[in-house]
């Protein structure tokens, strides 16, 4: 808060006294904080000055030497000065052009004083001035957190915030809830309005909650907007370090300084708080929708029994055809350390919750959800009267709004989505589940080339199979024993046996075309195909080796 509370050196310059004031050199630096003023007159100074202080001087100990100032300011520069007033036409007439060039290097402010200025009022009006800049500015912001806290207390939304700092800043606004992927948006002039909300989609952040190095300072960019460079200020809304959102303030009128920013920045805390307080609404709820779901998903007719009691609460019809759908979030790094780990936790439950959000908005399919610790399970309602075919196609149009969101998200590489078949009434949905599950088992421990990111188990064919933990490490055993002697021989010769055979198999044992997609001369293929026959007595042709072997490297390519 202290930093929210600086005086730049350019504000004193509306001090009564410093009416005729005028700087002479390193303009560029005006914008230094002021903390304090004191006077040189003895050219030892450089021992006792403070960072952000302003230095009154007549140069009566220099005047003699005003070359000294070349040596002196980048002294004062380094210990953090943030300039100096000067009287001239006492002791010194002007100053030295090679002063000014070094004050312009340094972006040292140089401020030329009224000479019938007297040094005490001066310095009790920059005191007074400071005080009274931070008395108002701690007053604004007392005033808008309760303004804040008041819409929070009658338990307004997001709108309503955006609306205020609009208000405040009479400038466009807008808030992004990066844990629920929202914004809200809110300008009193309606053209800049509709302009600006051409560039919002660019604006939003979805990035990861967890906030990086400079992530949380007030950052300004530019928009161009129909030929206009618009000036954009982002200020981060964070909360123990996670980062929830930004509010993003579009300077129009060219009229918002650094104290109207830090006014706003002092209630983003708040803002946190209401974003976590509805997160943890919806993390209470989400418990008993597990609860509900985990009863009614389970192969126990007496747990369902109690979960068709609050059927009615849940939306959930028990007559209509349902199907469920696990999207997994493969986004755990299990190399950092524990701590980090933990923290990758938290921001997956509310990557989770983003998505959730974004489907809420994108789809059109009835369903119930739950979420797990990296995964939600959703249940899908279909009208009894549908057809299958129906049913069939508002799945997939689901699925594909799931995939969308995960793009939007740049999650794409790490969600899976797993598809059961749908079922009349409620007896068979712990059937839909496993099926769900085994489709997720199987996407993620695909070793295939290009990874599928969904599946539906009905459309997986023997793949189905390798889903179940319980067969996997036999599968795995049965392949190797299988593959073993062509995988030694290309140890030992360094030879390209298994590459071949897995090429004679993809094109019908068409040598002529597995020389065409290898690159490599006929002969050597011909003479490789012999040198498994011959040498590893493996006859490729024979219809029970042929089902081994091609079985077996199914098995590598699905979970090996």
Request: charge should be negative; include cysteine; aromatic fraction near 10%.
């Amino acid at each position: 808060m202290l930093k929210a509370l600086k005086v730049r050196l350019r504000d004193i310059l509306n001090v009564d006294l410093l009416a005729g004031a005028e700087v002479i050199a390193g303009e560029t630096g005006m914008d230094n904080e002021i903390t304090s003023v004191n006077v040189m007159e003895v050219p030892d100074i450089v021992d006792w000055v403070r960072p952000g202080e302003f230095l009154l001087t007549t140069a009566y100990s220099i005047s003699n030497n005003l070359e000294a100032f070349n040596t002196l300011l980048p002294i004062f520069s380094q210990k953090g000065v943030c300039g100096m007033g000067i009287k001239t036409k006492r002791y010194i007439n002007e100053l030295p052009e090679s002063v000014i060039q070094t004050a312009n290097e340094l972006a040292f402010p140089i401020i030329r004083i009224p000479p019938d200025v007297s040094y005490g009022d001066l310095m009790k009006e920059v005191f007074s001035f400071i005080i009274g800049e931070q008395t108002r500015l701690l007053e604004k912001i007392n005033e808008f957190n309760n303004q804040i806290r008041d819409i929070m207390l009658r338990r307004g939304d997001m709108e309503e915030f955006a609306e205020l700092i609009s208000q405040a800043m009479h400038s466009p606004t807008l808030i992004s809830d990066q844990v629920h992927k929202s914004f809200v948006f809110h300008a009193e002039d309606q053209t800049w309005g509709a302009i600006l909300e051409r560039v919002v989609p660019a604006t939003i952040n979805n990035t990861s909650i967890l906030a990086e190095p400079g992530s949380m300072e007030i950052r300004t960019s530019y928009d161009q907007v129909d030929g206009e460079r618009v000036k954009r200020f982002s200020i981060p809304i964070f909360f123990e370090e996670n980062l929830y959102g930004h509010v993003f303030i579009w300077d129009v009128n060219e009229t918002i300084n650094m104290g109207d920013l830090f006014v706003i920045e002092s209630a983003t805390s708040l803002l946190a708080l209401h974003i976590v307080t509805k997160l943890t609404v919806t993390q209470r709820e989400n418990v008993h929708r597990t609860n509900f779901l985990e009863q009614l998903l389970s192969n126990k007719p007496e747990s369902q029994a109690r979960a068709i009691l609050d059927a009615e609460y849940y939306g959930f019809d028990p007559t209509a055809h349902h199907q469920c759908l696990i999207l997994r979030l493969d986004y755990q790094d299990r190399v950092h350390p524990a701590s980090l780990r933990t923290r990758k936790i938290q921001e997956t439950s509310l990557i989770l919750t983003g998505i959730l959000s974004y489907i809420q908005r994108k789809a059109s399919s009835r369903y119930i959800w739950a979420t797990k610790p990296n995964e939600i399970y959703f249940l899908l309602e279909f009208d009894q009267n549908l057809s299958s075919e129906a049913r069939a196609t508002q799945t997939r149009l689901f699925v594909y709004s799931l995939m969308e969101v995960a793009r939007d998200l740049n999650l794409e590489d790490h969600c899976f989505v797993g598809v059961g078949r749908a079922y009349p009434g409620y007896n068979l949905l712990s059937d839909s589940l496993h099926e769900a599950q085994q489709a997720v088992r199987i996407l993620q421990s695909s070793q295939k080339k290009v990874k599928e990111h969904y599946g539906f188990f009905e459309e997986m064919g023997i793949a189905r199979l390798f889903g179940t933990p319980e067969i996997r490490i036999d599968l795995l055993s049965y392949a190797d024993q299988v593959l073993q002697p062509i995988v030694d021989y290309d140890a030992e010769h360094d030879g390209k046996l298994l590459e071949t055979v897995r090429a004679y198999f993809e094109h019908g044992g068409n040598l002529r075309k597995i020389s065409e997609v290898q690159y490599t001369h006929y002969n050597t293929i011909v003479y490789r195909i012999n040198r498994i026959r011959d040498t590893l007595k493996i006859d490729l042709k024979d219809p029970e080796t042929a089902f081994s072997i091609q079985f077996a490297l199914k098995i590598r390519e699905l979970i090996g």
